[in-house]
């Protein structure tokens, strides 16, 4: 398993339009992808998973992803976090 540290940086937070794209972008991965939020563990291949965590702007997530292609994965959905997610 690796795991990364992160800020989320979109302005309106994980909402819909992001929240698809980056569950979109984790189903394409083999390895299972979490985020833990404080002692939340969401699931980021379901976007109402990831609406429903309610994470906004500033707030400090830690991704995690475990199988085949994880490193390769973790820096897939890095990079698209830090990039904004589209926005």
């Not at 937070?13 to 992001?18: C, Q, S, T, W, Y």
């Amino acid at each position: 398993m690796v795991s990364q540290k992160l800020t989320i940086k979109n302005e309106s937070g994980l909402h819909a339009r992001p929240a698809g794209i980056l569950a979109q972008a984790a189903m394409k991965c083999n390895s299972e992808v979490w985020i833990l939020l404080g002692e939340k563990k969401v699931q980021v291949k379901s976007i109402l998973n990831l609406m429903a965590a309610g994470i906004k702007c500033g707030t400090e997530i830690e991704l995690q992803c475990e199988g085949e292609s994880e490193q390769e994965d973790l820096k897939t959905l890095v990079d698209l976090i830090e990039s904004g997610l589209g926005e």
